[in-house]
């Protein structure tokens, strides 16, 4: 599928998401054992039931049938992020402030590029991690090569 497709989709999945007060976490588009695989993956204050994920599938399943933006077959799923979600926005670090986190760092700071602490407040643009009570790192968005919430 074409990075225009994919583009296309994002963007309504997330208009639809956005009038149903439901963040879209991510979305994978890959070929599996059984087939391509279209994977919505959603978040709401609260938490994902059963009952979103089905409405979720309907509404995005009639447009993506509608508007044929897929050429080839594949499945359509649609599930919460788990609990050791991603986190890609600024937005999400002050969602989960206090929470504990994993952070990979696309260059290395003080010779590491992986920590893992609590998420400290996020000022001027940057998030924070905080090991033993103390900022180990602070930095942009960009700076970030993965951040994901841990147990």
Not at 10 to 19: D, I, N, T
Not at 44 to 71: F, N, P
Request: with cysteine.
């Amino acid at each position: 599928m074409s990075e225009a497709a994919v583009e296309k989709i994002e963007g309504y999945v997330a208009s639809v998401l956005q009038s149903m007060d439901v963040e879209l976490v991510d979305i994978q588009f890959r070929c599996e054992g059984h087939g391509w695989v279209l994977r919505l993956f959603i978040d709401v204050e609260g938490g994902v039931t059963l009952d979103l994920c089905a409405q979720v599938s309907r509404e995005v399943g009639q447009y993506l049938d509608v508007e044929d933006v897929i050429e080839q077959a594949y499945h359509l799923e649609v599930s919460s992020p788990g609990v050791e979600r991603p986190l890609k926005s600024l937005a999400n670090f002050e969602r989960f402030a206090g929470k504990k986190a994993r952070i990979k760092l696309h260059e290395p700071l003080n010779g590491e590029k992986t920590f893992e602490g609590i998420i400290g407040p996020v000022e001027d643009g940057e998030v924070s991690l905080l090991v033993d009570g103390k900022i180990a790192v602070k930095c942009g968005i960009e700076q970030l090569n993965k951040a994901r919430l841990v147990l």
